[in-house]
């Protein structure tokens, strides 16, 4: 049987909410109240755009929420978006020292939320750039979250930046990939449109490489900027992988973005293989949006799992049911469309993972979803930018402090150089690359904005996570290291 | 955005933000710091004849979690020679000339105050800032609040100072004193440019139960000490009123006492006050408090369609006067929001005990419930006609906004204590008839 829509508008609505619904102003009074405004605060060095979260929140205590935006935007353009989709557990919060007071961590996220939802519902403009763009030209490949945090950072510079898209819209995954009780696409669509107020031209529907040529491009512009992240989902390779119910979970999750809740179609047993951020991601709004089962197939133990343990909690929560050990050899079809899986045992062997021979068995599902990790864009970029040096997984090599790629007038960012971390990675290395760019054109270094302290730009644990990201268990392991 | 800078009596700064004459203040170090941060002046640490601390100086209120709520201490003036502070000066005057450096100074003799004003305008300070308040060690020697707390002493070492002053010269008061405007109008009347407050506050902010010495403890004694810090800011603002209201006061104020964020400066200015001074919110979270301030305040005076904080500056001080000038006939009520009461039933029992008993508590079916509200329970109501608009129940609501003071219409022309004193001479009045 082809899938279909299982739910009305009502129960979409009220399934598909925020898992983390807006403070109201005296919740963030409070919250914000508990923040000891730590110095050289270990929740700036964790997060990844070194958002200067104590002068932000400590301006929530005072009620100058436009100020408290101002810092977080400065520093992280996307600050609204981040606010709610970065894993504050191992970023920010997960640093806050009130854990070691055996208190909760401040609720930064939620905070950072507050702030910029305050300027948003106000139109309020807090990041201001030069009209005149008259410092160089340069072209953006995706407008993504890093393309995006790029673009606004030249902007500011007073760059002249065309972001090319081949979406109709911009925000990239933020706009078509976040789990919507994360965040509603109009969030990040928001956050475009306040980045076009500071003079960064958008042209959406074209396709670098068949639209427009880099060779164009690198003609009429200083710098260009690779921001395209990563590619579709890596194939199976097993028969009946072409059956129409066998889709990208990416693709299903774009479906949730572009079309009302109620008109997407899901399958009433769902199978979702991996079992990283993007399974659980798929399993949870499959289930969301109606489905009986959703399970998660994974070929090793939940130990090996990629997906961070509250992730893992949330669609446990929700009822998805986990297969370990368990890999797919076939999808059996009736009448042309998706039946069954026929699933094998699986036992690690030496690290590797071997079929425990014998063991297979069929489970009935009428929907396949594949999040058994992203593909590089190896080729495209091969034949975008001949002589790009990329590493041995597909990441464009670049220098960390600048994201230069082996082509001097070429700077990378977000998945397509680190090989898909987090949106605020994303973000956090865009910007980068639009200082880094601005260096090589100038001679000239950006800095700041930082807390202002004394060791605000050492080496080490300290400091601005910008210029050192680092995750809780890195920060933890350097501060004990002394 | 709104223009912060300020002209204080001829000294000129970038933003009102001074760091307060205390350890903030110490040194050169603290002063490039303090400014790199983007304070607009410095008045140093008092500068007199070095003194010897004791070590353990210092005792902190803790209300409800909130630490440094109160703050005291026992320290005394700069414990480093003159030479040491004058040079100090000069060097952080050579590197930020646009910004307000002010030695604060207390002596004894009249010799001495004419040398060190004169070695403070020489070291290239902007004003000169005279220590009259210290509560505790110096004014056993004659000094400090021993001479704030008297206008005709003030008034004297004023006149001494002004002998020789060629910068303007700021009188710090002392709130340790029955009326401050008597020593302001002295401050005044010896030809004093401006004049700051307050001063700590004589104080015993607790006393260990086990040791039964207060903090802070040295060596098995105690002393009294000057309090400061957010919970003298309601003192301070009184005493910037006060004197910002007398007519023969009219100097440009510095308002100290409790200020850490850009509301409390808001407020002060709004009292009367031109440069603002801060020492307690320094000393609990170092001198980057300071971006909140100015961003915020500008951000304010901008929402209010000022240009500049002169048009912020005295505007609440006409609507503070004497009591007499109050309108008997206005009255206000409390108004409970029921979809956002909690049912502590705090309002209940505030009002029942601890003022009119005008708010019932009575079967919740006709009211709305709010969230969180156990079913069933019931809700406070307020008896309107008997509500006196106290503000009790509404300030121990722990609800934003859930009681609200509304005003109600009496029907009754505006009615002051003065009108109604000649209202009943003249027979116009009927007497207002005392509670039952
Ligand atoms: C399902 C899913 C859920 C996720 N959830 C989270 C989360 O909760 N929190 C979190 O922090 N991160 C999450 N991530 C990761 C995060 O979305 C990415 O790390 C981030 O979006 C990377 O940003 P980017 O700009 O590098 O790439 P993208 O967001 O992928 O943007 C790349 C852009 O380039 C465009 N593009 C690509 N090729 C071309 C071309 N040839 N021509 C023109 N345009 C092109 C694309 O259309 C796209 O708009 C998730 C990722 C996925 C897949
Ligand atoms: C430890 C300490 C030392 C102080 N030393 C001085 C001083 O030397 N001279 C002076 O005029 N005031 C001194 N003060 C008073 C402060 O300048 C200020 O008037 C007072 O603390 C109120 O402001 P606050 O509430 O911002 O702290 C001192 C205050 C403290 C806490
Ligand atoms: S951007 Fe993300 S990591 Fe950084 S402070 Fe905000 S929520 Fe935390
Ligand atoms: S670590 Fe926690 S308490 Fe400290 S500044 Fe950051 S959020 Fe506030």
Redesign the pocket.
Same mark, same amino acid.
């Given at each position: 049987m082809p899938i279909q829509p299982l739910i009305d508008a009502a129960t979409a609505a009220e399934t598909m909410a925020d898992v983390k619904p807006p403070l109201a102003a005296q919740e963030a009074r409070v919250e914000a109240s508990r923040c000891l405004f730590c110095f050289d605060a270990p929740c700036i060095m964790a997060c990844p755009t070194g958002i200067d979260v104590p002068t932000f929140i400590r301006k929530i205590t005072t009620d100058n929420v436009v100020g408290a935006a101002r810092t977080i935007l400065e520093a992280n353009v996307l600050g609204a978006s981040?606010a709610r989709?970065?894993?504050t557990q191992m970023l920010c919060e997960g640093a806050c020292v009130m854990l070691d007071l055996e208190k909760d961590p401040i609720q930064i996220g939620r905070l950072q939320r507050f702030a910029t939802d305050h300027v948003a519902a106000n139109r309020i403009d807090v990041l201001t750039a030069p009209q005149i763009k008259d410092a160089g030209r340069v072209a953006v490949?995706?407008?993504?979250?890093?393309?995006?945090g790029c673009a606004a950072e030249l902007a500011r510079l007073g760059y002249a930046v065309t972001v090319?898209?081949?979406?109709p819209a911009?925000?990239?995954?933020?706009?078509?990939?976040?789990?919507v009780y994360?965040m509603r696409p109009e969030v990040s669509l928001d956050e475009v449109r306040m980045i076009e107020r500071l003079g960064v031209e958008f042209r959406y529907g074209? +396709?670098?490489?068949?639209d427009v040529q880099c060779a164009d491009l690198a003609r009429d512009c200083d710098a260009i900027f690779i921001?395209?992240?990563?590619?579709g989902a890596n194939r199976l390779g097993i028969p009946g992988e072409d059956l129409p119910e066998v889709v990208d979970?990416?693709e299903f999750?774009d479906w949730i973005h572009t079309r009302p809740l109620e008109q997407v179609p899901v399958g009433r047993r769902v199978a979702v293989l991996g079992c990283g951020?993007?399974a659980i991601?798929?399993v949870t709004q499959a289930k969301r949006l109606g489905a009986e089962e959703a399970t998660i197939i994974y070929r090793r133990g939940p130990a090996e799992m990629s997906a961070y343990a509250f992730e893992y909690d949330l669609a446990k929560m929700d009822g998805a049911t986990f297969l370990f050990d368990t890999m797919p050899v076939e999808v059996l079809a009736a009448d042309g469309h998706v039946s069954a899986l026929r699933l094998a045992r699986t036992v690690v062997r030496d690290g590797r993972v071997e079929v425990v021979p014998g063991s297979e068995w069929t489970q009935p599902c009428d929907l396949v979803l594949k999040?058994v990790g992203?593909e590089k864009?190896v080729r495209?970029l091969e034949r975008?930018f001949p002589g790009l040096k990329l590493d041995r997984q597909g990441r464009v090599e670049h220098d960390p402090a600048t994201m230069r790629t082996s082509l001097s007038t070429v700077f990378v960012?977000?998945?397509?150089?680190n090989g898909?971390? +987090?949106?605020?990675?994303?973000v956090a290395?865009?910007k980068k690359a639009a200082r880094g760019i601005h260096a090589m054109l100038t001679g000239k270094a950006v800095t700041g904005p930082v807390q202002p302290s004394r060791h605000g730009t050492a080496d080490g644990a300290t400091g601005s996570g910008f210029n050192h990201p680092i995750r809780v268990h890195e920060l933890e392991a350097a501060l004990t290291k002394g | 955005m709104a223009d912060l800078s300020i002209d204080f009596a001829g000294i000129k700064s970038p933003n009102p933000f001074w760091v307060a004459s205390g350890p903030p203040s110490n040194t050169a170090y603290q002063a490039h710091r303090a400014f790199e941060a983007g304070w607009g002046g410095v008045v140093w640490k008092t500068i007199g004849e070095p003194i010897v601390n004791v070590s353990s100086r210092y005792s902190g209120l803790t209300l409800g979690g909130m630490r440094l709520a109160g703050f005291n201490n026992i320290e005394l003036i700069s414990d480093r020679s003159p030479e040491t502070n004058f040079r100090e000066i000069a060097d952080v005057k050579k590197r930020w000339p646009k910004h307000a450096v002010i030695a604060s100074l207390m002596v004894d003799t009249r010799e001495r105050w004419h040398e060190f004003v004169t070695r403070s305008a020489d070291c290239g300070a902007d004003g000169i800032e005279l220590n009259f308040g210290c509560p505790h060690g110096m004014c056993e020697r004659g000094m400090g609040s021993a001479v704030g707390q008297n206008p005709d002493v003030a008034e004297t070492i004023v006149g001494w100072v002004m002998e020789k002053a060629t910068i303007p010269v700021i009188v710090k008061l002392t709130p340790n004193i029955t009326n401050v405007v008597y020593a302001a109008r002295a401050a005044k009347k010896a030809g004093a440019h401006a004049i700051s407050l307050i001063n700590t506050i004589n104080s015993i902010t607790n006393v260990n139960l086990d040791t039964l010495v207060p903090e802070p403890f040295v060596a098995g004694r105690s002393s009294h000490g000057g309090y400061c810090g957010p919970a003298v800011k309601p003192i301070a603002l009184n005493m910037v009123h006060a004197c910002a209201a007398d007519p023969q006061v009219g100097l440009p104020i510095s308002g100290i006492g409790g200020i850490g964020t850009w509301r409390d400066a808001a407020e002060f200015v709004a009292l009367g006050s031109t440069s603002l001074q801060v020492c307690t919110a320094i000393m609990h979270h170092g001198f980057r408090i300071v971006e909140d301030m100015t961003d915020g305040l500008s951000a304010y005076l901008d929402s209010k369609g000022m240009r500049s904080l002169a048009e912020l500056r005295g505007r609440a001080v006409p609507q503070v006067g004497n009591w007499q000038q109050l309108d008997l006939h206005y009255k206000r009520v409390a108004r409970i929001d029921y979809e956002k009461c909690i049912g502590c039933n705090l309002c209940h029992i505030a009002c029942e005990d601890g003022a009119h008993q005008c708010i019932d508590l009575v079967d919740a079916a006709p009211y709305g419930l709010g969230p969180g509200r156990v079913p069933g329970k019931p809700v406070p109501k307020v008896r309107e006609n008997d509500c006196v608009g106290c503000n009790l129940c509404s300030i121990v609501c722990p609800v934003d906004g859930c009681i609200t003071m509304t005003p109600v219409d009496t029907g009754r022309p505006p009615m002051t204590w003065h009108d109604y004193q000649a209202g009943l001479a003249a027979g116009t009045i009927q007497p207002i008839l005392p509670h039952p």
């Open positions: 981040c989709v970065c894993p490949l995706g407008a993504g979250p890093a393309g995006l090319y898209d081949r979406k911009g925000g990239g995954l933020n706009t078509y990939g976040i789990a994360k074209v +396709e670098v490489g068949r921001g395209i992240g990563l590619g979970a990416l999750i951020n993007t991601d798929a999040a992203q864009q495209l975008l960012g977000g998945d397509a150089a898909g971390r +987090e949106v605020v990675n994303a290395e865009g | -």
